[in-house]
């Protein structure tokens, strides 16, 4: 977020330098922080074309706490080619393994000259607690079950890029429906916020355990039978199943799974034919995914990769002040 929950109100929002989630941000923000990707696009990606200087002088740590491959790339990648120097912890290595709070831990990274730090922990609420802890600008890389903004930044980005909405991010008239493990899905909850604000209806899909109450004040429909759903959605998010959350057997087998809330190609035939296929990744090919989509012609999964770095060098960006 961009402003403290405290001062909700506060504006120009990017002044508050932090992006914690994106439920508080407006629309306006959140299209501004998507215009800002498109500005970097070919920058972020092309080796050819020189950096850009946008954080020279600038230092940005990624302090990981939880397993991470494309986003602490993203943002390692995003950070360098805005010219910033970039600083790698994780916990296990550090003196968190000795038992250090985060708080102690970003304040003595602090002391050394930091601008930004960008974290992903397991518990939801901590890149506020940080955001309040420090003076640095926070960027919430995913906290437990909350949210995981610039995954959200990305999809929105990826969608408007596929379907040539990028020229004002306005989703109406665009369903999207969001598949599997919802309830321990930080990436459903950002999603949920970033893709309504922009205008398009939202369906939660998934199996009644692992589709909370959590969900019901936002403003989508849920739904426990995806093929219902297919025929009448444009774009389709399908959730990893998040084994390391579950407290303990959320369906009956893997198998059963499949059958009901699994991406096949045959179930693709309900579809329309432009579907487009996301995943945030790492995904568990042939349990929430068959290989043949994730790899066929409507998957866009690999552009949600790419897209990731021009919308984490917008994040850091604007949260640098630029
Ligand atoms: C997600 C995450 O870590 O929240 N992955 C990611 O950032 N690309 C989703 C997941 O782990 O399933």
């Known amino acids: 977020m961009f402003a403290m929950p405290t001062q909700p109100n506060a504006s120009p929002a990017w002044q508050r330098r932090h992006l914690v989630g994106i439920e508080?941000?407006?629309a306006d923000e959140v299209r501004t922080l998507l215009r800002k990707a498109k500005?970097?696009?070919?920058?972020?990606?092309?080796?050819?074309?020189?950096?850009?200087?946008?954080?020279?002088?600038?230092?940005?740590?990624?302090?990981?706490?939880?397993?991470?491959t494309r986003t602490?790339?993203?943002?390692?990648?995003?950070?360098s080619r805005l010219s910033a120097d970039v600083l790698d912890m994780s916990a296990s290595g550090s003196s968190v393994s000795?038992?250090?709070?985060?708080?102690?831990?970003a304040r003595n990274i602090e002391a050394m000259g930091v601008d930004i730090i960008v974290c992903r922990h397991g518990q939801s609420g901590a890149a506020i607690q940080l955001a309040q802890a420090t003076?640095?600008?926070i960027v919430n890389a995913g906290d437990g079950q909350h949210e995981h903004p610039t995954q959200a930044l990305l999809d929105a980005y990826t969608i408007a890029k596929r379907l040539g909405l990028d020229a004002d991010f306005d989703f109406t008239g665009l369903t999207i429906a969001i598949v599997g493990d919802i309830g321990h899905s930080r990436v459903a909850r950002s999603n949920v916020?970033?893709?309504?604000?922009?205008?398009?209806?939202?369906?939660?899909?998934?199996?009644?355990?692992l589709l909370p109450g959590a969900f019901d004040g936002l403003d989508c429909e849920m739904s426990h039978d995806l093929d219902d759903v297919l025929p009448r959605?444009?774009?389709?998010?399908?959730?990893?199943?998040?084994?390391?959350?579950?407290?303990?057997?959320?369906?009956?087998s893997q198998r059963e799974y499949t059958t009901l809330y699994g991406l096949t190609a045959a179930r693709m035939q309900r579809a329309k034919d432009d579907l487009v296929v996301m995943h945030p990744g790492p995904m568990n090919r042939g349990l929430e995914i068959e290989s043949a989509v994730a790899d066929g012609p409507n998957s866009v999964i690999l552009d949600q990769v790419a897209n990731g770095l021009a919308v984490r060098m917008?994040?850091?960006a604007l949260v640098a002040g630029q």
């Open 314 to 316: 917008a994040t850091l």
């Open 24 to 26: 508080p941000l407006t």
């Open 39 to 68: 500005s970097y696009e070919g920058v972020s990606t092309s080796r050819a074309l020189p950096k850009n200087a946008d954080l020279h002088g600038k230092v940005v740590v990624n302090l990981f706490y939880e397993d991470s």
């Open 233 to 252: 959605i444009d774009v389709i998010n399908m959730l990893r199943v998040q084994f390391e959350r579950l407290a303990g057997p959320a369906f009956p």
């Open 135 to 137: 003076d640095s600008a």
């Open 193 to 209: 916020h970033c893709l309504t604000k922009l205008g398009a209806k939202v369906i939660l899909v998934g199996p009644p355990t």
């Open 72 to 79: 602490r790339a993203s943002f390692r990648l995003a950070a």
């Open 98 to 105: 000795k038992g250090e709070t985060l708080v102690d831990t």
